[in-house]
Structure formats: structure tokens, C-alpha cells
């Protein structure tokens, strides 16, 4: 059974327009103008059990209203919407219990009472068997190291704290799939890690389907294989992070320190007619920007090798954050 299967998804929202001045502020009194705002744009998105997907946007894309969507939260305005074979608004209760959710910005757990408090209260939400949640809270306590925080209560907890009591949380019923909603904003570098580490075990180990929503570049490297990204309502790329950065990376750039200064006229004439720019960085420092991602370094090395010294050698990959950069300039439509 596939995780999502939407078809057409659209949302519309009708937004009051006000006219300018005191005059339009009394013609508004008596008759308002509405003018209406496509959100999300007849989407097609399909994702199967077990896929660790990332849905990317800029702000106002239509990221947030299509999760609400796909949690039941929204009425679609128009399309067809199956998520783990539910209609997520017509079908909530058992719907939801399908289905986790994990929000940056928002907490699933009761402010002034103790975390395991929380984790007992869901337990009984969910209808979940002793014996499964007594198994399920261990492992989560000890691959995310929440034992001291289950007496705390939850608005004592610093956001790294919380936001790993918030996946303990979301996952207490193992759910088929996993929303995540820039699930390590703000975090230092070693709780980002460690909740990825465990997001990858729990895939592996239970098929979780995570649909991971986020600002943070690192996040989709660290876990995702496929990327779906959003343009003003509308999936403008869907496929692999690795076709993502073929399509995209015109070249790269290699960084040389050379054992001499070298005139850059020898070195753009021993490569005459290769399709390259070389750079000066420094006395002994050159940089080579490959314009086309089929020419091999080691073809230009090949020219260059026999007459000049080169003492290190560093290749610059670009970043995939640097590509949805440049896609989102661009403006160009990928699907």
C-alpha cells in the first residue's frame, strides 16, 4: 500500500481585499470584495512505504497548507487524497492513528506535567498495549538518552530536549508515517545528528515513512534520497537528490597550490580548448572551474601535470543547498 497517493490536490483560500482610504474603508462596511488564492495547485504526489521524502519550498510555496492537508488539518478545495488508504478529513479517527507528526514550532506535549506523563496520556490516546509501549518507550529512551528528562516537566526542557521527547512522543503508537516539520531547528550539531541516527534506525527497522519538511540542507543530505520542491503551489522538481545535483552542477572547482608561482597564460595554454576558466587565488594558488560536469580533473591533469608542480589538490563539490539556491533564481521548471 502506497503511504500517500494524491491527485489533483488543491487548496483555495478566499482572502478579503480592503480598498484604499477612508472612502474604500466605508465602501468596504458595506461591500467587500474577496479575491481568492491557490495555495496548492492540483499537486500530484505519490509516495510508497518506506520512503524517507523531502518536501521543499521557499516560504509561501505551499509546504505548510499541503501538510495540513495530508494530516487531515485542511480540506482539500479540489483532487483526490489517500493517505495510508484514509481520506485523512473524513476518515480522522482511525486516520490518525496511522500517522506521526513532529512540528519545530509547536509542542504535542502537556506544558506543566512530567514527560512520561505525557508518554502514559498518548499511550492511552492511542490504545496502546502495555506490553508494546513498555518495549517501544525503552528503546526510544535509550537511542535518544531522554532517562533524566521523564521527570521533568516539559517546560523545563531546553528545544534540543523537547524536540527528542517530541519524536519519543509521535512514535509512542508506531506510526506507518512520520510527518516532520523542521524537526531540528535550532539544535546544535550533536542532538541534529543523534535524532538522524535514530530517524534512519526507525526506517530500517519499522519501514517508517518520513515526509520531512525543513530549511536545514543538512537534514535532506543526512537522509533523504528523494526530494519533491514547491513553487507557488506547484511541484516544479521530483526525483532523486543525486539526478537533483547531475541536472544542476555545471562543474566544479579544484583548488591548486602550486610549488612555483605560475604565469596563467601557460597554464590556460597547456589547456586550450578544454571547456575551463582557470582563477589566481594567490602567489602559488590557482583555482579551476570546470564548466562542464563530463570533464574529468584527471584529464586536465593529464596537460598540465608533466610542466607544472602541484604540491595539494583540493576538489570543491557544490552544495545542495547552493543548487536549490540557484534553481529557485533561476525560476525554471524541473518536472
Given at each position: 500500500?502506497?503511504?500517500?497517493?494524491?491527485?489533483?490536490?488543491?487548496?483555495?483560500?478566499?482572502?478579503?481585499?480592503?480598498?484604499?482610504?477612508?472612502?474604500?474603508?466605508?465602501?468596504?462596511?458595506?461591500?467587500?470584495?474577496?479575491?481568492?488564492?491557490?495555495?496548492?495547485?492540483?499537486?500530484?504526489?505519490?509516495?510508497?512505504?518506506?520512503?524517507?521524502?523531502?518536501?521543499?519550498?521557499?516560504?509561501?510555496?505551499?509546504?505548510?497548507?499541503?501538510?495540513?492537508?495530508?494530516?487531515?488539518?485542511?480540506?482539500?478545495?479540489?483532487?483526490?487524497?489517500?493517505?495510508?488508504?484514509?481520506?485523512?478529513?473524513?476518515?480522522?479517527?482511525?486516520?490518525?492513528?496511522?500517522?506521526?507528526?513532529?512540528?519545530?514550532?509547536?509542542?504535542?506535549?502537556?506544558?506543566?506535567?512530567?514527560?512520561?506523563?505525557?508518554?502514559?496520556?498518548?499511550?492511552?490516546?492511542?490504545?496502546?498495549?502495555?506490553?508494546?509501549?513498555?518495549?517501544?518507550?525503552?528503546?526510544?529512551?535509550?537511542v535518544l538518552d531522554i532517562g533524566?528528562?521523564?521527570?521533568?516537566?516539559?517546560?523545563?526542557?531546553?528545544?534540543?530536549?523537547?524536540?527528542?521527547?517530541?519524536?519519543?512522543?509521535?512514535?509512542?503508537?508506531?506510526?506507518?508515517?512520520?510527518?516532520?516539520?523542521?524537526?531540528?531547528?535550532?539544535l546544535d550539531v550533536l542532538v541534529?545528528?543523534?535524532?538522524?541516527?535514530?530517524?534512519?534506525?526507525?526506517?530500517?527497522?519499522?519501514?517508517?515513512?518520513?515526509?520531512?519538511?525543513?530549511?536545514?540542507?543538512?537534514?535532506?543530505?543526512?537522509?533523504?534520497?528523494?526530494?519533491?520542491?514547491?513553487?507557488?503551489?506547484?511541484?516544479?522538481?521530483?526525483?532523486?537528490?543525486?539526478?537533483?545535483?547531475?541536472?544542476?552542477?555545471?562543474?566544479?572547482?579544484?583548488?591548486?597550490?602550486?610549488?612555483?608561482?605560475?604565469?596563467?597564460?601557460?597554464?590556460?595554454?597547456?589547456?586550450?580548448?578544454?571547456?575551463?576558466?582557470?582563477?589566481?587565488?594567490?602567489?602559488?594558488q590557482v583555482v579551476l572551474h570546470?564548466?562542464?560536469?563530463?570533464?574529468?580533473?584527471?584529464?586536465?591533469?593529464?596537460?598540465?601535470?608533466?610542466?607544472?608542480?602541484?604540491?595539494?589538490?583540493?576538489?570543491?563539490?557544490?552544495?545542495?543547498?547552493?543548487?536549490?539556491?540557484?534553481?529557485?533564481?533561476?525560476?525554471?521548471?524541473?518536472?
Open positions: 500500500m502506497r503511504s500517500i497517493e494524491a491527485r489533483g490536490l488543491t487548496k483555495e483560500f478566499k482572502v478579503y481585499q480592503s480598498r484604499p482610504g477612508l472612502k474604500g474603508a466605508f465602501r468596504d462596511l458595506l461591500n467587500r470584495q474577496y479575491r481568492t488564492i491557490r495555495a496548492v495547485d492540483a499537486i500530484d504526489l505519490t509516495i510508497e512505504q518506506g520512503e524517507m521524502v523531502a518536501y521543499i519550498g521557499e516560504n509561501g510555496a505551499g509546504k505548510s497548507t499541503t501538510i495540513k492537508m495530508l494530516t487531515g488539518i485542511l480540506q482539500p478545495t479540489a483532487g483526490e487524497l489517500k493517505v495510508n488508504g484514509f481520506d485523512p478529513h473524513r476518515e480522522r479517527e482511525k486516520f490518525v492513528k496511522t500517522i506521526g507528526v513532529v512540528f519545530g514550532q509547536r509542542s504535542q506535549l502537556w506544558w506543566d506535567i512530567a514527560v512520561q506523563e505525557s508518554f502514559r496520556l498518548l499511550k492511552q490516546v492511542y490504545q496502546v498495549p502495555d506490553a508494546d509501549y513498555k518495549q517501544r518507550l525503552d528503546r526510544m529512551i535509550e533524566e528528562l521523564l521527570d521533568q516537566p516539559v517546560r523545563k526542557l531546553s528545544l534540543g530536549q523537547r524536540m527528542r521527547c517530541e519524536l519519543v512522543a509521535a512514535l509512542i503508537h508506531q506510526p506507518k508515517l512520520l510527518f516532520l516539520d523542521e524537526p531540528t531547528i535550532g541534529k545528528e543523534n535524532i538522524r541516527v535514530f530517524l534512519r534506525e526507525i526506517n530500517r527497522e519499522f519501514g517508517t515513512t518520513v515526509l520531512l519538511t525543513t530549511h536545514d540542507i543538512s537534514d535532506i543530505e543526512a537522509l533523504c534520497s528523494r526530494v519533491v520542491m514547491l513553487d507557488q503551489g506547484k511541484v516544479i522538481y521530483d526525483g532523486g537528490l543525486q539526478e537533483l545535483r547531475r541536472n544542476w552542477v555545471k562543474g566544479k572547482k579544484v583548488h591548486f597550490e602550486l610549488a612555483r608561482e605560475v604565469d596563467m597564460s601557460e597554464l590556460e595554454a597547456r589547456t586550450a580548448g578544454m571547456p575551463l576558466r582557470w582563477e589566481r587565488k594567490g602567489e602559488r570546470l564548466e562542464q560536469p563530463d570533464l574529468a580533473v584527471s584529464d586536465v591533469l593529464a596537460q598540465i601535470v608533466q610542466h607544472v608542480h602541484i604540491v595539494e589538490m583540493q576538489i570543491e563539490e557544490v552544495s545542495t543547498e547552493e543548487i536549490v539556491r540557484k534553481i529557485y533564481q533561476e525560476g525554471m521548471t524541473l518536472a
